[in-house]
Structure formats: structure tokens, C-alpha cells
């Protein structure tokens, strides 16, 4: 019992020990006096949590029952450090200039940040790490019992666990949780860690000096005595070993806490260097006395000793109470260094992919106050912290410790190694996108659970016996232990095997079909093309960022209204006549004021930039982006209606032109009549007038005024007769009378209409009969009318010493041709644009009409599916009348 | 007391009418139907009064008047102005134009007569 009450007054003391030196590492780190925390010596012993409790007493029982096998696990780290060191520089630079927070966040981000599949993530690390806790709270309990000397109670030790939980609990919420720093850095964690590191480092080696030296007797001896023993045979179990060794690689890359203290917790480059030969050196050391230690704890102990406790026993059993108790510091460290840094890996997870989502949710409208976000955030975290912890807790109290735990080891590790392609493929492949990523998980997840996770809790707890015999309802290719017929391998290595081929298969093709979102895109080329630069530059002088912000300020806000808005800060801080410190207050005036001309996410990254000194995130480039989308959209509205304005304004415009137009012809129109119809009225009213009031008139002046009163008449009547004629041809409803005709019989009656009255001049007309045989399907009554109009006016304004006129007639591609040319002078060229005018008298006015003949004839013979021009050049007058033939009409 | 009256007009029954109304009182009446060179005629001609159609073939009356009120021989002429068109706008350019008196047609043709005598009376 003393031996008890030393060893826990011990282990308290150095549990005060490691809060002292995480207290004082974390307070010079706080008063920048911290750079020796940064050294990579620090980091790389930090590294050491690879080696748990699991490691430092279980590698000596795996020695024990397996021999030489337990050296894969310490290989396979060994192996992605020397050669795969630039896999994991590309990683810790990502991890730096992306500020990634954990694995679950680094595959979130890199696939479009996708919460989706960080929650994905962070259950599979949950799944496969819990196990992990409860195997470190047994090795502490295990290690306990060891000195209590109780065989085995494991009533009484329910107790302890929960203890050690509690304290570790609290210590990592104490040091994991005391601030937010933005890049996640836990100085004095890990300055407890590297403390812890050369603890167990140093227990090891002085327990493996001991067993050499002490009970062997030297170097010789021991070799023999391996050399006689059955571990010593060197029996490969290439498969088994092969699948062990990719295991304990990809493990090292992808749990939870190896990538917190490899890449969330690293400062530069240098630090890796370092570690890809030191740390590979440690594991070494860690390995060299395993066998010679398992070797001779089955020598010398009773038979059925536990070969996981012979770190312990064998000390005790030569009545080394101090080396045993050093041995027991180291697995205590192991432990809790695991645990601790399990748990703030596991906590920032599930804090920023679960439950931060889930609070901003369900109060989004309470997020403008910044202090509000941050002590969430880290109540969340510590809540998350505890959540973790009794989980691990309730694991090994439900699973009552014992031999089951210790398996589960491999097959967490194989769980949470699932995130491998998807890691991979997200930092060198361009091509791989979220589909992919969620497709290789979830496939990887279930095949992982299906043969390996579930059957491990033994056949017949989730599994049915008979599915690991026979397949699950006699489908042999299902079972679990033996996929697609292929059996006779290790039940490990087979669930490795099928679930990171599927998990791979399942990545690749699923990233080949799918299309990757614009966001997913810039991620995939930020991760792929990281920057070789390192680090982010620090800014701490805030007289230049205030500088900075000025100039930038002026030249969005106007140098006035800049200057204006600096010296009122200032003012506000009380530093009148200099410029404003840059606090937080200050930063969120100014981006507010920013945002009024630029947009929030521009003001946001331009600040960003300059205060931070931070690279602007592609989510900040996004939200620019799409702001500058959407101004660009309401310029281009803008713009749009500003052509339809336009396009309006100059369709009204024409539209008045018109109206303005047709007003003035309507003027001119009736100022036209009004002179035709008062003409001969004049005439009538005159000689009307001398009729009546004047005596002694002969007899031929009688006869002489009443004849000019009756053609005037009749002119006044014809002119009336033409405006209606015109009126309907024009406006309204015209009924043809259509019917088949022969040309030369329309063109006798016309001539002989036309040259009816004997009182005008003489006028020859030449005709070609045997031409004017053509039948026309057509109004003959208003062609006839046409070619009457056309023949008085040869016979009216012909000015030719003997007016001749020549009607001839031409069939061309399915219409026909009548010209009728006189051999006058012909129409003006000026005036042959206009004749076909209303009221177009061009001649003067000894013939007498009113000017709408042509005007009538150009509407008949438009309604009649023809056209009516007029030809130049033809020597005399020349009208062409041009009808279809033998087709339907153009005419209601 | 009648005089000599010039009467440019293109229309030949209304000439007729105009020539055969001014003879009978005892007015000589010349007459000329174009546009075109009527302010020449005029000149030539030189009449007590003038009697002006607007709508003449080639140049319109009121051009022909603005023409003749250009000249200082003619500056004073009393001209009689006729036109078939009878708008208010029409009555407005010929007092624009010069015209002594305006008159629309038809008329009747003791109006004419009123015309010529009150216009050679004032002058």
C-alpha cells in the first residue's frame, strides 16, 4: 500500500510538474519571449505522441507473441518521414497558409468547404479514436494494479479511470482551451508533450539498460538469449507486414492528433526538416530494447505473466521500486500526452464542424456581436472536450478493459486511415472533387465497418456467426472476413486491403465524373499549388498599418471624407492630431464605412490584407466576386434600359415627325381641293353673274358663258367624281369585278373612250394586235380606266409638232408589259418622282385636270396585284403598266 | 376716270370673266397667265392697277409681289390679290407680301369692280 500512496503522490507531483511547464510556456509565449518554443527540437519530440501507452507497453507484448512484427509500426512512420518528407511539407504549408484546424478541416476546405464532409470526417476520427482513449485509461489503470498488486479487479479500478479521465480533462481544457488563437497553437501543450516525450523515451531506455546490463549481463548474452528464443526467428509474414507497415504510415499522416501536432501546431519548414531524420531516430531508440526486454520478461517471469506489463514487472521483480517507477511515469505519459492532444484535435473538430454549425444555425440573428462568437466557440470546445473524454471513459467501462481493447488499436487505425486517398488526392490531383472525396469515404467507412470494425467485437455480437462462415444469407462472396470469394489472409489485412482499394476506386471515379463547383476549383488549385513561401509575414507595427488604411481609405472614400473619419477616431481614442491606433473598434468603423462604397466582402479582404497581413481567402475572393458579378449585373440593367429609353425617345420622335408630316400634307391636301373646287366656281359664279346683270348680251356671248358655266360644271362634277374614286381606292373597300379579258379588246375600248371628244388635238397610236392577244384575269373596267387616263394624257400634254403614241405590249416571266410612250418631250426629270402624286400637275394648266389621274392609276393598278412606273429615257413620255398573269390577285 | 388694268391669272374662263366685267365699265385690260416673268410684264407695262392671282405656273403671286414692293417703281402699285385657297394663313402672307387688297374666290363681280375703283381713287 505505501508503494501505492509513493506512486500517486508521484504521479500527482508530475502531473503538477507538466501544469507548471505548460503554464510557463504558455506565459513566454504570450510575452513573445517564446521562440525557443518554436524550435524544432520542441516539435519534433512533440511528434513522440505517435508512441501511446499502446506503443510503450504493448510493442514489448506484441515482441512477445509476434516477435519482430511490432517494428512495422514504428517503420511505417519512419518511412513517410525520410521518404515521403515533401508529402509532408506540401502538407504543413497547406496547413499554414490555409490555416487548417484539423484533418476533418482540411478536407472540408479543400472540397469547397464542405461541412458535409467535415462532419463525415469528424464522426470517422470520433469512431476510430474513442477506442484509443479507453486503451490509454487501461494501460493507466492496468499500470496501477501492477503496484497494488491486485490480480485483475477490475471492479475497483472503475474509479481510477474515471479520475485520470477527469484530470486529463481538465488539463486540456485548462491548456487547449485558453485562448483562440487563430492559428490553433498550443505552446504549452506541446512543451508538456516534448517533456512527457523524453520521459517515456528515457523509462524506456533505462528499463532496456537494466535488462541488458543488470539481469543479462551485457550486449552478448541478451543476443543469445534472443537468439534462443523463438522471437528471435526471423519469420516474415510479408502480407501481414506489408499491410501493418502502409497502416502505420497512412495512421501517421491521418489520426486526428498527429496532424495537430504535425501540422496544425508547426511553425516553418525547418521544423520538419528536422524532425525527418531526429524523429525517425527517437522511434529507434523507442524500438531497441522492445525485444531484448520481451525476451528476457518470458525468461524470467512466471509463466501467464502479462508480457504488456513486463516494462513493469520485470523492474519490480528484481526490486527496481524506482526503475519501475520511472517506467511507470513513462507509460503514464504516453497516455495522457495521447489523450490530451487526441482530445484537442478531436475538440476542435467537433466544435467547428458540429457544433458551431448547429449554434450559428439556430441563432443567426446574434452573431454581430464579436465577443458573443468567441465564448461559444470555446464553451463549445470545452463542452467538446469533455464530450470526448467521458466517451473514451464510457468505452472502457462498457467494454470492461481486457484483451478486447487491445485489438482495437489496428482497427481504429485502419477506420480513421480511410481519410487517406481523399487527403492525398486533395493536395496533388487537381481533378478530385467533393463528390469523390464524400464517394471514397463513405465507401471506405462502410466496407471498413462491414469486415473489419464490426466483426472485431467478436462473431456473434453485431456480426452473425454464421455470416462470417457462410456470408450473409448463404452469399459466400459477402462474407464479411472473406469479400468476393478471396479467403485464406489475415482478417487485417484483408479489411485494408478491400476497404482502401474500394475507397480508392470509389475517389478516383467518382472525382472523373463529377464536375467540380467554381469554389471547389480555386481550393483544389490553392491546396495543389501551395505557395513555397513560408509562413505568414507579421505585421506589428500599427503606425504603418494606420498609414496603410489611409491611403487605401482615400482612395476609395476621397481624400476628405478619409481624413474627416481618421481624425474623429483618433479623437474618440484620445490621440488628437495623430493617427487612430488600429483597434478592433477603429477596424470595424472604417470596414463599415468601406463597405458603403466597395461592398462588405471587398471592404472585409481589403482591411484583411492590410491589418492582418494575411493572404486574402478564396472565400473572401468569392464574396468579391460575386459582388462584382452583381454590380456588373445592375450596370448591364441599367445600361439595357438606358437603350431602351433611347430607343423609345427616338421612336416618339419619329412617330411626331410623322404625325407633324401628315399634318402638313393634310393641310396642303385640302388647301389643294379648296383651290380645285373654288376655280371652276369662280368661273360659274362669273359669267353666272354677267348673265344676270348684264343688258344688251348677243346672243353668241350668251351661248359662249353658258357653255363655259356647263364645262365647268362638269370639271367641278368630274373633280368630285376623281376625289371619291380615289378616296375609296385609297381608304376603303374596293369591289373588283374580276373576269377573264383579252388585252387588245380593253386597249380598243380605251382608245376609243380617250379619243371621243373631237375638241382636243389629233393624236396617231400605234399598236401591235398580234402582241395584245393575252388573256388577263383581271377588273377590265378598271384597266380600261387606267389606259383611258393614260392615253388622254399623251393626247392632252403631248407636245409634238404630230403627237404620235406607241402601245406596246411584252409577256416577261409570268406578267405582262404595256408601255405606252409619246413622242413628246417627255416629264421633267425633277417632276418624275412626283407625278403619280396627288394634285402633281406639272405642265401648265391648258388641260385642265386636276392632277389625281395618275394618282387613281397607280391605286387601280396596285389593286389589280401590278405596278405602275413611269420610264425615263424612252424619248417622249413613258408609262409602264405591269400586271401579273394567270395568278391569284393581289385585290379583295 | 378708268384706267389700265393688268391681270395676271392662268385660269382662261376667269380671265375671260374678269376682262369682260372691267371692259364694260371702261377699264383696258391687259392680261398675262405665267408666273415666271410677270414682274417683267409688269414693269413693261405699267398699270394703274394690278390685279395678282397666287397660284400662277412657274412663280407663285406672292413672290412676284414681294418682288415688285422691292422696286421703287413699283413700290407703290395698288395690286388686287386673288387666290382660290381662302385659309386665314393665305390672307395673312398676302398682307405680309404687300397686297393693297385681298380677295378669295369666288367673287362676285361688283366686288371686283368696288376693288379696282376704290384702289386707283386712294392712290
Known amino acids: 500500500m505505501t508503494m501505492l500512496n509513493a506512486l500517486a503522490a508521484i504521479s500527482i507531483l508530475y502531473v503538477f510538474f507538466l501544469f507548471a511547464v505548460a503554464f510557463f510556456a504558455e506565459r513566454a509565449a504570450r510575452r513573445g519571449r517564446g521562440n525557443w518554443l518554436h524550435t524544432p527540437i520542441i516539435y519534433t519530440l512533440s511528434l513522440s505522441i505517435y508512441c501511446t501507452a499502446w506503443t510503450f507497453y504493448g510493442a514489448v507484448g506484441s515482441a512477445a507473441r509476434n516477435g519482430f512484427e511490432y517494428l512495422t509500426i514504428y517503420l511505417g512512420p519512419s518511412l513517410v518521414l525520410i521518404g515521403w518528407w515533401w508529402v509532408l511539407r506540401k502538407l504543413v504549408r497547406i496547413g499554414r497558409s490555409q490555416r487548417i484546424t484539423s484533418v476533418a478541416d482540411l478536407i472540408s476546405s479543400r472540397y469547397g468547404k464542405s461541412n458535409l464532409l467535415g462532419v463525415g470526417v469528424t464522426l470517422l476520427a470520433v469512431v476510430g479514436t474513442t477506442p484509443y482513449i479507453a486503451l490509454q485509461l487501461q494501460s493507466v489503470v492496468l499500470s496501477v494494479e501492477v503496484f497494488s498488486g491486485a490480480p485483475d479487479g477490475m471492479a475497483n479500478n472503475q474509479p481510477t479511470a474515471l479520475w485520470v479521465a477527469v484530470g486529463l480533462a481538465i488539463f486540456t481544457v485548462i491548456f487547449g482551451t485558453r485562448n483562440l488563437d487563430a492559428n490553433e497553437r498550443h505552446h504549452g501543450v506541446v512543451m508538456a508533450i516534448a517533456v512527457e516525450a523524453i520521459v517515456k523515451l528515457a523509462a524506456l531506455l533505462a528499463v532496456g539498460i537494466f535488462v541488458v546490463w543488470g539481469i543479462s549481463g551485457g550486449v552478448g548474452p541478451v543476443l543469445d538469449r534472443i537468439d534462443a528464443s523463438a522471437l528471435g526467428r526471423w519469420e516474415v509474414q510479408g502480407g501481414r507486414w506489408a499491410g501493418l507497415l502502409f497502416l502505420s504510415a497512412a495512421a501517421f499522416l491521418c489520426l486526428p492528433r498527429m496532424f495537430q501536432v504535425m501540422v496544425v501546431e508547426n511553425d516553418n519548414d525547418a521544423q520538419l526538416r528536422m524532425a525527418a531524420w531526429a524523429f525517425p531516430l527517437y522511434l529507434m531508440l523507442m524500438s531497441l530494447f522492445i525485444l531484448p526486454i520481451a525476451v528476457v520478461g518470458l525468461d524470467v517471469l512466471p509463466e501467464g505473466s502479462n508480457p504488456d506489463l513486463f516494462v513493469l514487472t520485470v523492474p519490480l521483480a528484481f526490486g527496481q521500486d524506482g526503475l519501475a517507477m520511472l517506467s511507470f511515469l513513462g507509460g503514464f505519459s504516453s497516455a495522457t500526452s495521447m489523450v490530451i492532444v487526441a482530445a484537442i484535435a478531436l475538440s476542435t473538430m467537433v466544435s467547428n464542424h458540429i457544433v458551431m454549425p448547429l449554434w450559428l444555425r439556430f441563432n443567426e440573428t446574434r452573431v454581430s456581436v464579436s465577443g458573443d462568437v468567441r465564448n461559444v466557440v470555446l464553451v463549445s470546445r470545452r463542452v467538446s472536450i469533455a464530450g470526448v473524454l467521458a466517451l473514451g471513459y464510457l468505452y472502457y467501462a462498457q467494454s470492461g478493459g481486457g484483451a478486447a481493447l487491445a485489438t482495437i488499436g489496428l482497427v481504429a487505425f485502419t477506420g480513421v486511415a480511410q481519410v487517406l486517398p481523399a487527403l492525398l488526392g486533395g493536395i496533388f490531383w487537381r481533378g478530385a472533387t467533393r463528390a469523390g472525396a464524400f464517394a471514397g469515404l463513405t465507401v471506405g467507412f462502410l466496407v471498413w465497418l462491414y469486415t473489419l470494425y464490426l466483426p472485431s467485437f467478436g462473431s456473434g455480437a453485431f456480426v452473425p456467426e454464421s455470416w462470417l462462415e457462410t456470408g450473409p444469407f448463404g452469399v459466400m462472396w459477402l462474407n464479411p472476413q472473406a469479400l468476393f470469394g478471396i479467403t485464406g489472409i489475415d482478417p487485417l489485412l484483408h479489411a485494408v486491403l478491400w476497404s482502401f482499394f474500394l475507397n480508392t476506386i470509389a475517389f478516383f471515379g467518382v472525382s472523373l465524373a463529377s464536375f467540380p463547383s467554381p469554389l471547389e476549383r480555386l481550393q483544389g488549385a490553392q491546396f495543389v499549388n501551395v505557395q513555397q513561401a513560408t509562413g505568414p509575414r507579421s505585421w506589428s507595427q500599427s503606425g504603418a498599418q494606420a498609414e496603410d488604411l489611409m491611403v487605401m481609405a482615400q482612395r476609395i472614400l476621397g481624400a476628405a471624407d478619409a481624413q474627416a473619419l481618421f481624425l474623429r477616431e483618433a479623437r474618440r481614442q484620445g490621440l488628437d492630431g495623430h493617427l487612430p491606433m488600429t483597434s478592433p473598434e477603429f477596424l470595424e468603423v472604417l470596414e463599415r464605412e468601406l463597405a458603403g462604397s466597395v461592398g462588405a466582402a471587398t471592404a472585409h479582404a481589403m482591411i484583411g490584407q492590410i491589418v492582418g497581413g494575411m493572404s486574402i481567402s478564396v472565400a473572401d475572393l468569392m464574396a468579391v466576386a460575386d459582388e462584382t458579378a452583381q454590380m456588373m449585373e445592375t450596370s448591364a440593367r441599367l445600361e439595357a434600359q438606358s437603350r431602351e429609353l433611347t430607343r423609345t425617345a427616338a421612336q416618339l420622335r419619329a412617330a411626331n415627325d410623322k404625325l407633324t408630316r401628315l399634318s402638313v400634307q393634310k393641310d396642303a391636301f385640302l388647301s389643294q381641293i379648296s383651290h380645285e373646287l373654288r376655280t371652276p366656281m369662280t368661273s360659274i359664279r362669273a359669267f353666272s353673274e354677267i348673265l344676270r346683270d348684264t343688258d344688251g348680251i348677243t346672243r353668241e356671248e350668251q351661248n359662249r358663258y353658258a357653255s363655259i358655266i356647263h364645262d365647268e360644271a362638269i370639271r367641278l362634277t368630274r373633280l368630285l367624281d376623281d376625289l371619291l374614286d380615289l378616296s375609296v381606292l385609297e381608304n376603303g373597300q374596293v369591289s373588283l369585278n374580276i373576269g377573264q379579258g383579252v388585252l387588245s379588246d380593253v386597249l380598243d375600248r380605251a382608245v376609243a373612250a380617250a379619243l371621243a371628244h373631237g375638241d382636243e388635238q389629233v393624236l396617231m397610236i400605234h399598236r401591235h394586235r398580234s402582241r395584245e392577244e393575252v388573256i388577263l384575269n383581271t377588273d377590265t373596267e378598271r384597266l380600261s380606266q387606267v389606259f383611258i387616263n393614260l392615253i388622254a394624257n399623251a393626247r392632252k400634254y403631248c407636245d409634238a409638232g404630230r403627237p404620235e403614241l406607241s402601245i406596246h405590249v411584252e409577256q416577261i416571266a409570268g406578267s405582262v408589259n404595256v408601255d405606252f410612250v409619246d413622242n413628246g418631250s417627255g416629264v421633267a426629270p425633277e417632276a418624275q418622282d412626283v407625278i403619280f402624286e396627288k394634285f402633281a400637275r406639272v405642265s401648265d394648266q391648258k388641260a385642265g385636270g386636276a392632277g389625281l389621274g395618275l394618282a387613281i392609276c397607280r391605286q387601280i393598278v396596285s389593286r389589280l396585284g401590278g405596278e405602275i412606273s413611269y420610264l425615263p429615257g424612252r424619248g417622249g413620255a413613258a408609262f409602264r403598266v405591269s400586271l401579273p398573269l394567270n395568278q391569284a390577285l393581289a385585290a379583295q | ?123
Open chain 2, 1 to 123: 376716270m378708268a384706267g389700265h388694268v393688268l391681270l395676271i391669272e392662268d385660269e382662261p374662263n376667269i380671265i375671260e370673266a374678269i376682262r369682260f366685267i372691267l371692259s364694260r365699265e371702261g377699264w383696258r385690260v391687259d392680261t398675262h397667265s405665267n408666273g415666271v416673268d410677270a414682274a417683267d410684264v409688269v414693269r413693261a407695262k405699267s398699270p394703274d392697277v394690278l390685279i395678282l392671282d397666287v397660284m400662277l405656273p412657274g412663280r407663285s403671286g406672292y413672290d412676284i409681289l414681294r418682288d415688285l414692293r422691292g422696286a421703287p417703281d413699283t413700290e407703290e402699285l395698288p395690286v388686287l390679290m386673288l387666290t382660290a385657297r381662302g385659309q386665314n394663313k393665305d390672307r395673312e402672307m398676302a398682307e405680309r407680301a404687300g397686297a393693297s387688297r385681298f380677295m378669295t374666290k369666288p367673287f362676285s363681280n361688283a366686288e371686283v369692280l368696288d376693288a379696282v375703283r376704290s384702289l386707283t381713287v386712294t392712290s
